[in-house]
Antibody, heavy 120, light 109 residues
Framework: QVQLQESGPRLVKPSGTLSLTCAVS?????????WSWVRQPPGKGLEWIGEIFHSGSTNYNPSLKSRVTISIDKSTKQFSLNLNSLTAADTAVYYC?????????????WGQGTLVTVSS | EIVLTQSPGTLSLSPGERATLSCRAS???????LAWYQQKPGQAPRVLIYGASRRATGISDRFSGSGSGTDFTLTISRLEPEDFAVYYCQHYGSSPPLFTFGPGTKVDI
């Protein structure tokens, strides 16, 4: 069973950059799967941020594309999220998740999530 | 861009009752790219159904998915206390690549 764990600062300043890392354990990061970030503002619904393949290919939500970078480090079995030009609207629980491409385009394994607050 | 609408917003039921949750897409979508998730307070979402009707690993057969085109349904045959949660539908579009979630249906007592 693949397990994912997010890590990174919980408090970031407006106009700054959010940087989170997702560690993958219990499986390979370099087979058929895509790896994704999803966020959820407090009390609200889910918003997909983007995805990355082990080759480094990425897709981003058009609404965030100008501010987002997702990268992958196969040697450490981690993938990362950078989101810049932060505002209070970026305050959310950020989840990393796996897309099991061998069976479909959905998110089958999720990290526990980490709340990131944008505030001065 | 596909927009997903879920109804009702809140469903108030009792244990043992049947729950029927609706997800409607703004245009016809492939069933292969439609999934349902359950989320409990303080927890990450958990996939229940993918490909519109395939149960994910370890999911009780009380959960079933159906539908095609623009209308999809998640049915919980007999509600257990642990089923009271928020349920989201999700679609994946390939041009451009984009995951879209519905706003959710809360199932409460």
């Amino acid at each position: 069973q693949v397990q994912l764990q997010e890590s990174g600062p919980r408090l970031v300043k407006p106009s700054g950059t959010l940087s989170l890392t997702c560690a993958v354990s219990g499986g390979s990061i370099s087979i058929h799967d895509w790896w994704s970030w999803v966020r959820q503002p407090p009390g609200k619904g889910l918003e997909w941020i983007g995805e990355i393949f082990h080759s480094g290919s990425t897709n981003y939500n058009p609404s965030l594309k100008s501010r987002v970078t997702i990268s992958i480090d196969k040697s450490t079995k981690q993938f990362s999220l950078n989101l810049n030009s932060l505002t209070a609207a970026d305050t959310a629980v950020y989840y990393c998740a796996r897309i099991p491409l061998s069976s479909g385009w959905y998110l089958d394994n999720w990290g526990q999530g980490t709340l990131v607050t944008v505030s001065s | 861009e596909i927009v997903l609408t879920q109804s009702p917003g809140t469903l108030s039921l009792s244990p043992g009752e049947r729950a029927t949750l609706s997800c409607r897409a703004s245009q016809s979508v492939s069933s292969n790219y439609l999934a349902w998730y359950q989320q409990k307070p303080g927890q990450a979402p958990r996939v229940l159904i993918y490909g519109a009707s395939r149960r994910a690993t370890g999911i009780s057969d009380r959960f079933s998915g159906s539908g095609s085109g623009t209308d999809f349904t998640l049915t919980i045959s007999r509600l257990e206390p642990e089923d009271f949660a928020v349920y989201y539908c999700q679609h994946y579009g390939s041009s451009p690549p984009l995951f879209t979630f519905g706003p959710g249906t809360k199932v409460d007592i």
